[in-house]
T-cell receptor, first 113, second 112 residues
Framework: DGGITQSPKYLFRKEGQNVTLSCEQN?????MYWYRQDPGQGLRLIYY???????QKGDIAEGYSVSREKKESFPLTVTSAQKNPTAFYLC????????????FGQGTRLTVV | AQKVTQAQTEISVVEKEDVTLDCVYETRDTTYYLFWYKQPPSGELVFLIR??????QNEISGRYSWNFQKSTSSFNFTITASQVVDSAVYFC?????????FGAGTRLTVKP
């Protein structure tokens, strides 16, 4: 089945540690996105990539890093520089361009302990 | 800069009532796209509809309908005869360039 797979579903991190969230898609989509969801704030764009080996910062990129070495994969690293990393993270993909809808994974809930 | 406002944080209705979810957007571009997504408790967002800035026709799909008005920069979503399964968080989104920005979402609870 085609879709977007995010792993793990739940993740716990100690303060000061980096952690990487996985996102894989087999929809042959060119574009991929990372969003952060906090209660009452909707989805905020962290990073997006329209093509392999290229990505752009979204509205809240500070404390995060990404890579896009393969079309199918767009991992997100939450670094120790992110001051408030506890949140629900959603990965999405699309064919690219402003007119295409995005398809979402089931999310990763990150908790800093 | 683009911005999407969903002023209704939470709405609660009784089954079979009609309910309208409001969405107001800001953009300087003349070409843009608007979307509605549903987020059930499982967390995964589900695409409902897309509308481009040049198409102001209202659309109906079963119990769902959408009213797009450029004059008021609004793209409202109405559920007719609501059902318990409609309970979810609904997001309005705007795509102006190669990204997509979302509103804060409206949590809809439909009680039996």
């Amino acid at each position: 089945d085609g879709g977007i797979t995010q792993s793990p579903k739940y993740l716990f991190r100690k303060e000061g540690q980096n952690v990487t969230l996985s996102c894989e898609q087999n929809l042959n989509h060119d574009a991929m996105y990372w969003y952060r969801q906090d209660p009452g704030q909707g989805l905020r764009l962290i990073y997006y990539s329209q093509i392999v080996n290229d990505f752009q910062k979204g509205d809240i990129a500070e404390g995060y890093s990404v890579s896009r070495e393969k079309k199918e994969s767009f991992p997100l690293t939450v670094t120790s520089a992110q001051k408030n990393p506890t949140a629900f993270y959603l990965c999405a993909s699309s064919f690219g361009g402003r007119y295409t809808e995005a398809f979402f994974g089931q999310g990763t809930r990150l908790t800093v302990v | 800069a683009q911005k999407v406002t969903q002023a209704q944080t939470e709405i609660s209705v009784v089954e079979k009532e009609d309910v309208t979810l409001d969405c107001v957007y800001e953009t300087r571009d003349t070409t843009y796209y608007l979307f509605w997504y549903k987020q059930p408790p499982s967390g995964e967002l589900v695409f409902l509809i897309r509308r481009n800035s040049f198409d102001e026709q209202n659309e109906i799909s079963g119990r769902y309908s959408w009213n797009f008005q450029k004059s008021t920069s609004s793209f409202n979503f109405t559920i007719t005869a609501s059902q318990v399964v409609d309970s979810a968080v609904y997001f309005c989104a705007l795509s102006e360039d190669n990204d997509m920005r979302f509103g804060a979402g409206t949590r809809l609870t439909v009680k039996p």
